[in-house]
Structures are given as C-alpha cells and as structure tokens.
C-alpha cells in the first residue's frame, strides 16, 4: 500500500533560487511537450504517447543543454504529469462530463511542482537531498524521520503564483499492510450533509455523528472580507492585505475540516467490529450542480456539500485507514437508496429539504437512516449473503423498525 506524507520545509534564499531556476525549466518542458501533442493532433489527428516523448529527452537536452541541469528522471516525470493530465481529460470527457477541459500551458508565474521518481534524491536519517545542476547550492532539508521504500518524492508550493505559500515535500512511501479476512460482520455508512455519517450493522444498531459545519463559522467572515476587497483596487495594499486575511481564514475552515473527518474516519474503523464496511459510492460534483434550484438555494446547497471537506474525500480517509488494519472498504451504487422504501420498495419524491420518508405500508423513518438500511440490504442480497439478510431483518424488528422481507434487483437465484 503507497501513503504519502506531506512535510514542510524552509528553503533559504540561494536554495529558492534553484527551486525557481528548476520550475521554469520543469514548466517549459510541460509547454513544449503539450504544444507538441496539441499540433500533432491538429495537423495529423495523431495522438502522441508519453513513451514517444520520453524518447525524444536525450535530443532535446542536446539542443537545449539548459535542461542538463535539471535530473533525467525529474522531466520524465514532468512528462508522466501531461500525460495523467491528458488522461483524466479523456476519461471525464468519456463518463459525459461535457465541462471536462483539456489541458492547458503553464504560467512561469507560478512555481511549478518538482517530481523525483524513486531516484535523484538521498536520504541520510532524517534529512533529505535532491540532485541538481544548476550552481553549487545543496537542495537539502530536514523532513524529521527516515522513510522507507520510498516511491516518489515531490517539491511543491500551497499556493504556486509567485510561490506566496509555503513550501513542501510530498513522499510517497511503500508499507505492509495485514490481509483482509471476512468475518462476517458489516456496517454500512451512508455519507450526509447535515449528519457527516448514518451507520447501522447487522444487530440494527444506528450511530449517527452530525456535521460540525465549521464553514457556518468562518463563511460570513469570508463573504465579509471578500466584499470589502472587491470595492478596493487589485494589486493595492489594501487589497494585499484583505487577501492575505481571506487566503488565512480560507486555510483554517479547510484545516478544521481535514483534522476532523481524520480523526472521525479513524475512530470510526478502530472502533468497529466489521471487517467489512459498505458505503454509497458518492458522486458528489453533480451533486453540487444541481439545475433544479436557482439563486441562494443553490448557492446554500452548493456550499453545504463542498464545505463539509468534500464527503467523498472522508471515503477515501475512511478506505485506507481501513486497509492498514486489515479491514475493507467496498462502494456500491446507492442510487434510489434514500428514495426507496427499504419495507415495501415503492419510490418517493424526496427532494433534500424533504427529512423523513412517510410510506403508505407505514413506514416512517429518518431518510438517512432509510438510506443505509437499503445499502445493506442492496450489499447482502446482491452477494448471497442469505443468513446475513435474515439476521439482518430479525434484528430490525427487535429494534421496533418495521420489516418485510425483500430483495432488489438484480439478485440470484436461491437455491
């Protein structure tokens, strides 16, 4: 399994200016090669790979000898990040995302990132060194501990125009985790606005944790400042500063919301029995662009969905926390899960202001709750997990739930 730890470090003036001298070079690359796919395309409707480009290195070192000073294997990898790019632009672009753009040259404004691919660098206990030719100045810094099998190593900054940020050291690191082993015992989460997380296991026992909404706090001071500096001219020292203050306040909001959905996603794993956990695989870029609303309803859904540090980032936490102690986490599709009724499966309108499902079989109950009853049941069915089912709608009844035994399709056969 690749982690990847995120290290700050405090690069001196000399090393700034070979940080800077290696950008320029790593974003004049990026530009040369995009402008050659962008041309053969045009002029010959021919894709080019990025093994043909990778090729096409030792000719272009000899003649420009200004990329000698940079390491080979740094401008391999500012190639890979064209062709990833160009990658993710035709997978969007074929799962019909129409506002997928292809993508674009880089600005020498900005501070472009630095890649080291598994060599170039050195590490000696706790301090790291990357190879350069551009002068005599030592690229070395303290990163506080020795990694091991170490992968892949990135030079960025948090805010790349001008470098006004700071600046960073991004390892991605190999490490052993325990094999997974089926237990027989699952939970499910269904992922929320106004609570983060609806769980229930097998015993129909719920937890719920609602969102701490950290945005409620910081969004009205933002808007304040925010509006403050549109009535200021751009680039002037009032607007200077009342940008500095929103870029801090912007940088809180995120940070509270990172540390807590950490904390929660590893609490929540630690904490469970299951070995197995079920989540609604999450689509939420079209959730925040919905067409039915207008105005400040959406504007207000928009931001509840994006300020809760984006849901389906607490999924991808809640994944690999799982995966180092062992435990698994399996997305499947939750549509329908939250309109359905889990006793008689008939299908309501459930627009979001809309909390509580009231079925004509009875059935009245929290939709999140509603949500993640029908992601277990969709889970268990689906898998032929038959003795789990009725274990599963046993204990719905002792919990006072109403209950019916029943499948959704697609299910198989029982034999």
């Known amino acids: 399994m690749h982690l990847t730890a995120k290290v700050k470090i405090y690069p001196t003036d000399e090393q700034l200016k070979v940080l800077w001298e290696l ?35 030792p000719d272009l070192k000899k003649r420009n000898p200004e990329y000698k000073a940079v390491y080979s294997k740094t401008l391999q990898g500012v190639l890979k990040k064209l062709d990833a790019d160009h990658r993710s632009f ?12 292809p993508p674009n040259f880089k600005n020498r404004k900005y501070f472009q990132t630095i890649p080291y691919n598994q060599s170039g660098f ?21 990163i506080g501990k020795k990694f091991e099998n170490i992968k892949q190593i990135e030079i960025y900054n948090d805010d790349p125009f001008h470098a006004k940020g700071d600046f960073y050291i991004s390892v991605t690191y190999e490490v052993a985790t325990p094999e997974y082993i089926d237990n027989g015992c699952y939970q499910t989460i269904d992922a929320g606005i106004t609570k983060i997380v609806t769980c229930i296991n097998l015993k129909g026992k719920f937890h719920e944790i609602k969102s701490p909404r950290p945005d409620k706090y910081w969004q009205p001071k933002m808007d304040k400042i925010k509006s403050r500096k549109d009535h200021c001219k751009k680039k002037s020292r009032k607007w200077v500063k009342l940008h500095g203050n929103y870029r801090i306040m912007e940088r809180k909001k995120s940070n509270q919301l990172r540390d807590f959905q950490h904390k929660l996603s590893k609490k929540m794993v630690n904490n469970t029995k299951a070995n197995t956990i079920i989540v609604g695989n999450l689509k939420v870029k079209n959730m925040a662009q919905s067409k039915k609303l207008k105005g400040k309803r959406k504007r207000a859904m928009n931001r509840s969905i994006q300020n809760q540090g984006y849901l389906s980032r607490f999924i991808e936490f809640l994944a690999y926390k799982a995966e180092l102690i062992g435990k698994k986490v399996i997305k499947i599709d939750e549509s329908y899960t939250s309109k359905t009724c889990y006793v008689c499966g008939k299908i309501h309108d459930m627009p979001l202001w809309k909390r509580n499902m009231e079925c004509d079989c009875g059935n009245y109950i929290d939709r999140d709750r509603n949500s993640a009853i029908n992601i277990m049941t969709n889970f268990l069915s689906q898998n032929a997990l038959w003795t789990g089912y009725q274990k599963f709608s046993d204990n719905l009844r002792q919990t006072g739930l109403p209950t019916s035994i029943r499948f959704f399709e697609p299910y198989p056969q029982m034999t």
């Open 122 to 142: 050195y590490q000696s206990g706790s301090v790291i060194s990357f190879s350069h030719k551009i002068n005599d100045t030592k690229l070395v810094f303290y």
């Open 90 to 101: 035709f997978a969007l672009r074929k799962n019909g995302d129409l506002n997928a753009r």
């Open 23 to 57: 950008s320029d070079k790593c974003c004049s690359l990026y530009n040369l090669a995009l402008a050659e796919r962008k041309d053969a395309w045009k002029l010959e409707r021919k894709n080019i790979k990025y093994v043909d480009q990778q090729n096409k290195l």
